[in-house]
């Protein structure tokens, strides 16, 4: 046995040794440790279930994610309130309510409560005699104007003369809610009890009949400005018998229309592109401002060709005497090349002729590039997209002071 063998054999028998001298402890310990192919099988799982960790776990720190609750996203929580039951209102609630501050007449207030006597000594405008009567036969309804009692005088610039000043009165009279198809009596010159005795018809059913108002409109003549309304008279036909007919006295009451219309006009514009003619028909009038105290008017019509600012032509209709609602059916051709179509105005001036002195303006209108008001420009809107086509349509005359003020193409002419 060589030296190195010799020493082998020590070392073994001195590890045996040192097991058998060990404490019953260690011994204890060293049998519950697993084998050593246990160990490292465990030892293996364990890796990789930190391996299997690793490889789940996200770059960015893990947040707890809760629900998120939408409404608290808002810079606010709105509060939602249950649904209740409207309280129901007392039995006096509209009776509190006042329908005169809610009326478009400005004298409406409570009149229908007062009697004539009373409506007399408030407003002090004088009483108005009338009678109405409807013929089954001829299906219209007649009214006759008799009389007017203590009208309230004008009033004048000159105190010192207002006992001397005197109205000249005349009624107008329509059926609500037409307010175009109306009648008037002739003027009585300078009066505050004037007496009309005149009748006028209207043709309407007598079903629609009951369902009409009578307006009468008591107004005093000025030649040198708009007629001025005294005051008027409501009287629902429903409340009477028309078969049967009736006089009345009534007390006039004020008016929240303090001037008359000017009156009305219907015209018809047609454009010929190819021969570049701008036709216009003046038909008929009606309802004029009465210029002549005497025998109603003599109304004429003006025809005003504008370009740009420039008057161009300048033509008329003839003159229609004696009547308020004249019928012309007169037509006027202008020369208008195509590109200045839109450059154009039409000024349209209702005069009523005066033999001793100029002639009375009546009322106007401007339809074109510089119209007067929306009516006008409509009509002209409608006359460029139909072209070739004649366009009719009514017209309400304005002042001249207000076609001045809204229409340079008015400023130009006379």
């Not at 490889?55 to 893990?62: D, I, K, L």
């Not at 929580?77 to 209740?84: G, I, N, T």
């Not at 030649?223 to 028309?242: A, N, Q, T």
Request: overall charge neutral.
């Amino acid at each position: 046995m060589s030296v190195n063998e010799c020493n082998d054999e020590k070392d073994t028998n001195f590890h045996t040794m040192a097991e058998n001298h060990a404490s019953p402890t260690q011994a204890d310990n060293t049998n519950c440790r697993p084998p050593p192919s246990e160990m490292s099988r465990s030892t293996f799982t364990l890796a990789g279930q930190l391996s299997s960790l690793n490889t789940r776990r996200p770059s960015s720190p893990m947040v707890d994610v809760k629900p998120i609750e939408f409404w608290a996203m808002g810079p606010r929580k709105e509060v939602v309130q249950p649904l209740r039951k409207p309280p129901t209102p007392p039995d006096d609630y509209f009776r509190k309510l006042e329908p005169r501050l809610y009326s478009l007449d400005s004298c409406s207030d409570d009149v229908d409560s007062l009697t004539d006597e009373e409506i007399l000594g408030r407003y002090q405008l004088g009483m108005l005699h009338f009678s109405t009567q409807y013929d089954l036969i001829n299906a219209h309804l007649t009214v006759r104007v008799i009389e007017a009692r203590d009208l309230p005088p004008p009033v004048t610039c000159d105190g010192a003369r207002q006992d001397m000043a005197r109205s000249n009165p005349y009624v107008k009279m329509s059926l609500l809610p037409d307010h175009k198809n109306s009648r008037q009596t002739g003027v009585k010159r300078k009066t505050q009890n004037p007496v009309f005795e005149e009748r006028f018809t209207f043709e309407v059913p007598f079903l629609e009949a009951q369902r009409r108002t009578l307006l009468l409109s008591v107004v005093d003549f000025d030649k040198f400005s708009r007629h001025c309304v005294i005051g008027k008279v409501s009287l629902p036909l429903s409340e009477v018998d028309l078969v049967k007919g009736g006089h009345w006295w009534k007390a006039l009451v004020p008016s929240s229309q303090n001037e008359v219309e000017l009156g009305e006009l219907l015209l018809s514009l047609n454009y010929l592109p190819s021969a570049g003619r701008l036709n216009v028909d003046i038909i008929r009038a009606k309802q004029l401002l009465q210029t002549d105290m005497c025998q109603g008017s003599d109304p004429f019509v003006k025809v005003q060709l504008v370009t740009g600012l420039k008057l161009m032509k300048t033509k008329k209709t003839s003159c229609m005497r004696g009547t308020i609602d004249p019928c012309y059916n007169e037509s006027f051709s202008f020369r208008v090349p195509q590109e200045e179509l839109c450059e154009v105005s039409l000024v349209f001036t209702v005069y009523g002729h005066n033999v001793k002195s100029s002639n009375d303006f009546v009322g106007r209108i401007v339809i074109g590039q510089f119209s007067s008001g929306p009516q006008e420009t409509t009509h002209w809107r409608r006359l460029l997209g139909s072209q070739r086509t004649p366009v009719e349509q009514w017209h309400s005359l304005r002042s001249r002071a207000e076609c001045d003020r809204v229409s340079p193409a008015s400023l130009e002419v006379t």
